[in-house]
């Protein structure tokens, strides 16, 4: 049982380029999450996922988008990288939400620089 | 809208002593649950405890425990007997259809 992984740990961008973060979960959770931290701001949503086919914005989709084909993967795709976009990205799933969300199980996180 | 305000950006606290961090929130929903997050510096982020607005005493978890006071809505993380390995930051959140996070509060832990 490995939780919820993450693929890559780091990665160096240069402005335009993309690329696209894998998140898997083995738990058969239903809501997938993803988060960027920047130094001062906690953790911010930026799309999510209520279930296999679903997608919808957190606060700050902007630059991003994200896909749920399979219920076990949460892909995140950056179509063209900007430098305000260098952070620390978590995914995080979750077996329900709202009151009932007891745990929501994060992974390891990316670290992603843009030059 | 809901909200999630954790007010002191650093707090330092000598070894073996209590410490409590604050966090305060807003939201409209009649039921509703408070967690707390802990982030080493390792990066990881590790659930501490968790209590619904519905339960009736303040949750424990080992040395960890919520002073929750709806009235002030406050849902305070007390940690006991401090441990250097209790240095990290640590989150408040709220859970919605997402989980709305504070920004953080840095405990460091001294001798």
């Known amino acids: 049982n490995a939780g919820v992984t993450q693929t890559p740990k780091f990665r160096v961008l240069k402005t335009g380029q993309s690329m696209t973060l894998l998140c898997a979960q083995d738990?058969?959770?239903?809501?997938m999450y993803w988060y960027r931290q920047d130094p001062g701001m906690g953790l911010r949503l930026i799309h999510y996922?209520?279930?296999?086919?679903?997608?919808a914005k957190g606060e700050v989709p902007d630059g991003y988008n994200v896909s749920r084909l399979k219920k076990q993967n949460f892909l995140l795709g950056l179509e063209s990288a900007a430098p305000s976009q260098t952070s620390v990205y978590f995914c995080?799933?979750?077996?329900?939400?709202?009151?009932?969300?007891?745990?929501?199980?994060f992974g390891p996180g990316t670290r992603l620089t843009v030059t | 809208a809901q909200k999630i305000t954790q007010t002191q950006p650093g707090m330092f606290v000598q070894e073996k002593e209590a410490v409590t961090l604050d966090c305060t929130y807003d939201?409209?929903?009649?039921?509703?649950?408070l967690f707390w997050y802990k982030q080493p510096s390792s990066g990881e982020m590790i659930f501490l405890i968790y209590?619904?607005?519905?339960?009736?005493q303040n949750a424990t978890e080992g040395r960890y425990s919520l002073n929750f006071q709806k009235a002030r809505k406050s849902a305070n993380l007390v940690i006991s007997a401090s441990q250097l390995g209790d240095s990290a930051m640590y989150f408040c959140?709220?859970?919605?259809?997402?989980?709305?996070f504070g920004t953080g509060t840095r405990l460091q832990v001294f001798p």
């Open positions: 738990m058969n959770h239903e809501y």
């Open positions: 995080a799933s979750s077996l329900t939400s709202g009151i009932g969300a007891y745990e929501q199980y």
């Open positions: 959140a709220l859970p919605d259809d997402k989980l709305i």
């Open positions: 209590q619904g607005s519905y339960d009736q």
């Open positions: 939201t409209s929903d009649p039921s509703y649950g």
């Open positions: 996922s209520v279930g296999e086919g679903t997608t």
